[in-house]
């Protein structure tokens, strides 16, 4: 009874409180003008910001202020004191609220403005429930306390921060580097599923999770990696409280992956610090040459010794006798060669050639494609986006991601090759003398198949296609049986031919997942 | 008659002398003169004198309440911040408690006081029998089972794939019958990656080449597994070193001597043997490295390698024919090596 009492007394205190405030609205209604390639600054402490791009000559402003005061009196104070103020130049436009001393009152601004999509756009506030830019071509500046951000189709640079709030990016292709980034909040980036660009992820507390093609590796709880073809800008997703996730456009976050969850590829470290013409005698080993960014052509040739270089911008050369070649990313064409040894390379934005006499070959991509070849060992290659040829004189070649023609041979070992899940058709040959081959492929992938296996237990070794359209026959051959597998897959297209001995081909329809590297 | 029960009616107000002074006169010159009105006149005063010897009691408040409420005489208080008064049961449960208290008290000791008493006596141990083994058989995956009927469950879960059935009767006098078939059905075998059992099926699988598919995937599994101390094992290392001498594929072939080059060092040396057989003779340059690697390890980590061993390095960094790569490896290990 007593509570029942107290919330009444409250109500009535609350409803009392209500009835003696004074609430108004004012609509307002402005232009500006501004150049086309101008900017627009708007720095509303207080309110919620719509901000539209259109194809629009100057900027319109509709602002609803909300006076909420004590009294009659207090309201006209509030209104004599509350103002918009308009500054800068064509150039840059500059508004913002001066709010005079409040006493008994407060003032928010609501604001809906529509501003020609090829200007830039700053907009800082601290209190809002939402802050939304759409459709600007322009670079976006956004810096919020409390409150979602959301970004839809902004194109050029972008930075979002908010403190207490998540953000909300939403764009197909990004031309400009994105930074977004909360401490509480989460932050969700969309993209097209074929955009290219960088990507950099870090979490403190939360997950990051992806249904995109992300290749890369965690540095602490950073992760840091690509998407699709090498190069590109750079989106980087910070929060340290909550989750990241990059999506393509229009699918869910419940078809994402974690990437700290996921097995990851394990791989020579590529050591930092070495000083940029540093060539040593390490301790155990041979001789060892350091680099760290170098511009321009890099030739190195040695009889034995490792070869280490973060970044070459431009061509590169590099032959060694015997040792292992680590590359971080190359500009331009590159040319490896060793008569022995691993070789490790990332980003090669030119025609790749690499060899090695003996060891495993680990290439994150090749955008125009190459040749990549071991006379005995593994070869792995993550992204290509030209035509590449791969060959192994024993091992197994896995390709994690082919927008282009593929040639793959192993004298023994299994080939798996998973194309872009948005190719439509690419030409495809793959061949091992002994062990499986594995295929996939989007469930639209339109193709000509000619598979064939030759083993001597035809009982285990089988052709198999989730697609529908291939018709088997058999035969004996030297005392061995032939399977073949012949037809066409989504009405035909280019021709893949897949051949195995002693082992199974099968050809799957299914997706690209993210790739983790991790340092041994 | 009229004037009768008109002076009845105003008795009680002239039992309380609350009539003006007429009407009493009049009522009393009535009363005086009538009979009946006399007797009854009596009858009032009689009791009205009786009432004043009783005593004098308070009504409660609740009924007097009321009674003006229905009176009309007051009108009807709020009284939504009274909280109504609920007799407590309290008293109540304590004497029942007590009386059940006293029952079950009581009948005890009756029943103890009456009973046959038994003689405390010193236990002793006439004989002993050993306990029957419980014959506990865990279930075993193999090639062929034979099973009786009783230990199966009447349910069949799923629709299982059954094929190749053939009805049996090899003794037609005992009443019984058999059926033998091929099922086919998906197992999972979940437990600690140490388990005996989960690494006797891994290490069998490991072996045989038609278990896993595509086995490169599942020799990355195993490693990323059991390349962890906690987990390491010498049968996985043994299925290991079985895969790296005999199997003819050689992504295979990479992938274990890989995965021993990644076993703790303590069960990676037993595979000894295997990784010098690989580095003498394999003929994939990348199995031969990594052996090398795998040996480079074991000596680094204090192992010691035997005089055949270092023998073996030896030979090999000295091989002009060999990859310069996998002699500057071996030069390496024979750089850490701790002699017998």
């Given at each position: 009874?007593?509570?029942?009492?107290?919330?009444?007394?409250?109500?009535?205190?609350?409803?009392?409180?209500?009835?003696?405030?004074?609430?108004?609205v004012v609509r307002t209604e402005q232009k500006y003008a501004v150049n086309r390639d101008g900017s627009f600054v708007l720095e509303n402490p207080t309110g919620n910001i719509e901000i539209v791009g259109a194809d629009i000559p100057h900027i319109e402003a509709k602002i609803a202020m909300i006076?909420?005061?004590?009294?009659?009196?207090?309201?006209?104070?509030?209104?004599?004191h509350a103002e918009i103020v308009t500054g800068g130049d064509e150039k840059t436009r500059r508004v913002r609220p001066v709010v005079g001393?409040?006493?008994?009152?407060?003032v928010t601004m609501h604001w809906n403005v529509r501003v020609p999509k090829t200007i830039n756009v700053r907009v800082t506030s601290e209190w809002s429930d939402r802050i939304r830019v759409n459709n600007i071509l322009g670079n976006v500046y956004v810096k919020n306390f409390n409150g979602n951000v959301s970004l839809d189709n902004v194109t050029a640079a972008t930075f979002a921060e908010s403190v207490n709030g998540s953000i909300i990016y939403s764009t197909p292709r990004p031309r400009g580097n994105v930074v977004l980034s909360t401490v509480?909040g989460h932050v969700t980036a969309s993209v097209a599923a074929n955009a290219d660009f960088r990507w950099i992820a870090e979490?403190?507390?939360?997950?990051?999770?992806t249904?995109l093609?992300a290749?890369g590796?965690?540095?602490?709880?950073t992760f840091r990696g690509s998407v699709n073809a090498p190069g590109g800008p750079t989106i980087t997703t910070h929060s340290l409280?909550g989750?990241i996730h990059l999506l393509a456009s229009g699918s869910?976050?419940?078809?994402?992956?974690?990437?700290?969850?996921?097995?990851?590829?394990?791989?020579?470290?590529?050591?930092?610090?070495?000083?940029?013409?540093?060539?040593?005698?390490?301790?155990?080993?041979?001789?060892?040459?350091?680099?760290?960014t170098?511009n321009g052509?890099?030739?190195?040739?040695?009889?034995?010794?490792?070869?280490?270089?973060?970044e070459i911008r431009g061509?590169?050369?590099?032959?060694?006798?015997?040792?292992?070649?680590?590359?971080?990313a190359v500009t331009g064409?590159?040319?490896?060669?060793?008569?022995?040894?691993?070789?490790?390379?990332?980003e090669?934005l030119g025609?790749?050639?690499?060899?090695?006499?003996?060891?495993?070959?680990?290439?994150?991509s090749?955008r125009r494609?190459?040749?990549?070849?071991?006379?005995?060992?593994?070869?792995?290659?993550?992204?290509?986006s030209?035509?590449?040829?791969?060959?192994?004189?024993?091992?197994?070649?896995?390709?994690?991601?082919?927008a282009?023609?593929?040639?793959?041979?192993?004298?023994?070992?299994?080939?798996?090759?998973?194309?872009?899940?948005l190719?439509?058709?690419?030409?495809?040959?793959?061949?091992?003398?002994?062990?499986?081959?594995?295929?996939?492929?989007?469930?639209?992938?339109?193709?000509?198949?000619?598979?064939?296996?030759?083993?001597?237990?035809?009982?285990?070794?089988?052709?198999?296609?989730?697609?529908?359209?291939?018709?088997?026959?058999?035969?004996?051959?030297?005392?061995?049986?032939?399977?073949?597998?012949?037809?066409?897959?989504?009405?035909?297209?280019?021709?893949?031919?897949?051949?195995?001995?002693?082992?199974?081909?099968?050809?799957?329809?299914?997706?690209?997942?993210?790739?983790?590297?991790?340092?041994? | 008659?009229?004037?009768?029960?008109?002076?009845?009616?105003?008795?009680?107000?002239?039992?309380?002398?609350?009539?003006?002074?007429?009407?009493?006169?009049?009522?009393?010159?009535?009363?005086?003169?009538?009979?009946?009105?006399?007797?009854?006149?009596?009858?009032?005063?009689?009791?009205?004198?009786?009432?004043?010897?009783?005593?004098?009691?308070?009504?409660?408040?609740?009924?007097?309440?009321?009674?003006?409420?229905?009176?009309?005489?007051?009108?009807?208080?709020?009284?939504?911040?009274?909280?109504?008064?609920?007799?407590?049961?309290?008293?109540?449960?304590?004497?029942?408690?007590?009386?059940?208290?006293?029952?079950?008290?009581?009948?005890?000791?009756?029943?103890?006081?009456?009973?046959?008493?038994?003689?405390?006596?010193?236990?002793?141990?006439?004989?002993?029998?050993?306990?029957?083994?419980?014959?506990?058989?865990?279930?075993?995956?193999?090639?062929?089972?034979?099973?009786?009927?009783?230990?199966?469950?009447?349910?069949?879960?799923?629709?299982?794939?059954?094929?190749?059935?053939?009805?049996?009767?090899?003794?037609?006098?005992?009443?019984?019958?058999?059926?033998?078939?091929?099922?086919?059905?998906?197992?999972?075998?979940?437990?600690?990656?140490?388990?005996?059992?989960?690494?006797?099926?891994?290490?069998?699988?490991?072996?045989?080449?038609?278990?896993?598919?595509?086995?490169?995937?599942?020799?990355?599994?195993?490693?990323?597994?059991?390349?962890?101390?906690?987990?390491?094992?010498?049968?996985?290392?043994?299925?290991?070193?079985?895969?790296?001498?005999?199997?003819?594929?050689?992504?295979?072939?990479?992938?274990?001597?890989?995965?021993?080059?990644?076993?703790?060092?303590?069960?990676?040396?037993?595979?000894?043997?295997?990784?010098?057989?690989?580095?003498?003779?394999?003929?994939?340059?990348?199995?031969?490295?990594?052996?090398?690697?795998?040996?480079?390890?074991?000596?680094?980590?204090?192992?010691?390698?035997?005089?055949?061993?270092?023998?073996?390095?030896?030979?090999?960094?000295?091989?002009?024919?060999?990859?310069?790569?996998?002699?500057?490896?071996?030069?390496?290990?024979?750089?850490?090596?701790?002699?017998?």
């Open positions: 009874m007593k509570i029942r009492a107290l919330i009444a007394v409250l109500l009535f205190a609350v409803a009392g409180a209500s009835v003696a405030q004074v609430r108004k006076f909420v005061a004590a009294d009659e009196s207090a309201l006209q104070d509030a209104q004599r001393p409040r006493k008994g009152w407060n509480n979490t403190g507390m939360g997950d990051i999770r249904n093609p290749r590796a965690f540095i602490g709880t409280m989750n869910s976050a419940t078809s994402s992956a974690s990437l700290r969850s996921m097995p990851a590829i394990i791989v020579t470290p590529m050591r930092s610090g070495g000083s940029p013409s540093m060539t040593s005698q390490a301790s155990t080993g041979p001789r060892v040459l350091r680099r760290g170098i052509l890099f030739t190195y040739a040695t009889n034995i010794g490792d070869v280490r270089v973060q061509n590169t050369e590099i032959f060694t006798g015997a040792g292992e070649v680590v590359l971080g064409s590159a040319s490896v060669k060793s008569d022995g040894g691993p070789l490790q390379l990332g090669i025609t790749l050639t690499a060899s090695t006499r003996a060891g495993d070959i680990l290439v994150d090749t494609g190459g040749t990549i070849e071991t006379r005995g060992g593994t070869i792995r290659l993550l992204y290509t030209g035509p590449t040829r791969l060959l192994s004189g024993g091992g197994d070649i896995t390709v994690r991601q082919a282009a023609p593929v040639n793959a041979e192993t004298a023994s070992g299994d080939i798996a090759i998973t194309l872009d899940p190719s439509k058709s690419e030409k495809i040959d793959a061949k091992t003398g002994k062990g499986n081959v594995i295929l996939t492929i989007s469930p639209t992938f339109r193709a000509d198949i000619d598979a064939t296996i030759v083993t001597s237990n035809p009982e285990a070794d089988t052709i198999a296609s989730d697609l529908p359209g291939l018709s088997i026959s058999r035969e004996q051959v030297a005392g061995k049986t032939r399977v073949r597998a012949t037809g066409k897959i989504n009405g035909g297209g280019e021709k893949i031919t897949l051949s195995a001995t002693d082992g199974d081909i099968r050809i799957t329809a299914g997706r690209v997942g993210p790739t983790v590297v991790k340092p041994r | 008659m009229p004037e009768c029960s008109a002076v009845r009616e105003s008795m009680p107000l002239l039992l309380t002398e609350s009539l003006d002074a007429a009407r009493r006169e009049q009522s009393h010159e009535h009363i005086e003169s009538c009979t009946l009105c006399g007797r009854e006149w009596s009858g009032y005063k009689e009791t009205w004198s009786l009432m004043g010897e009783l005593p004098e009691v308070e009504v409660p408040a609740r009924v007097k309440q009321q009674f003006l409420q229905r009176a009309g005489i007051v009108a009807t208080p709020v009284v939504d911040n009274v909280v109504p008064f609920h007799r407590r049961q309290s008293f109540k449960w304590i004497a029942q408690a007590a009386a059940v208290v006293v029952l079950v008290g009581g009948s005890y000791f009756l029943g103890d006081r009456n009973a046959d008493r038994i003689t405390p006596q010193v236990a002793r141990i006439e004989s002993v029998t050993p306990m029957q083994q419980v014959a506990y058989k865990p279930l075993a995956i193999a090639e062929t089972r034979v099973v009786d009927a009783q230990s199966i469950s009447p349910e069949i879960e799923g629709r299982p794939n059954i094929t190749n059935v053939q009805c049996v009767d090899c003794d037609a006098s005992d009443g019984e019958i058999g059926v033998s078939f091929e099922l086919t059905s998906r197992w999972t075998v979940t437990g600690k990656p140490t388990e005996k059992s989960m690494v006797r099926l891994l290490s069998y699988m490991i072996e045989n080449e038609e278990s896993m598919t595509p086995r490169s995937s599942a020799m990355e599994w195993v490693r990323t597994t059991y390349s962890d101390p906690a987990y390491a094992d010498p049968q996985i290392a043994d299925a290991l070193a079985k895969v790296l001498r005999n199997d003819s594929h050689e992504g295979v072939r990479i992938r274990a001597v890989e995965t021993l080059t990644n076993l703790p060092p303590a069960v990676a040396t037993q595979t000894r043997d295997a990784l010098i057989d690989a580095l003498k003779s394999d003929p994939n340059p990348a199995v031969r490295l990594k052996a090398v690697e795998a040996l480079a390890n074991m000596a680094r980590s204090g192992a010691t390698l035997d005089a055949d061993t270092v023998n073996t390095l030896r030979q090999k960094s000295l091989q002009g024919d060999e990859n310069m790569y996998v002699r500057v490896k071996a030069a390496e290990a024979l750089k850490s090596i701790k002699l017998q």
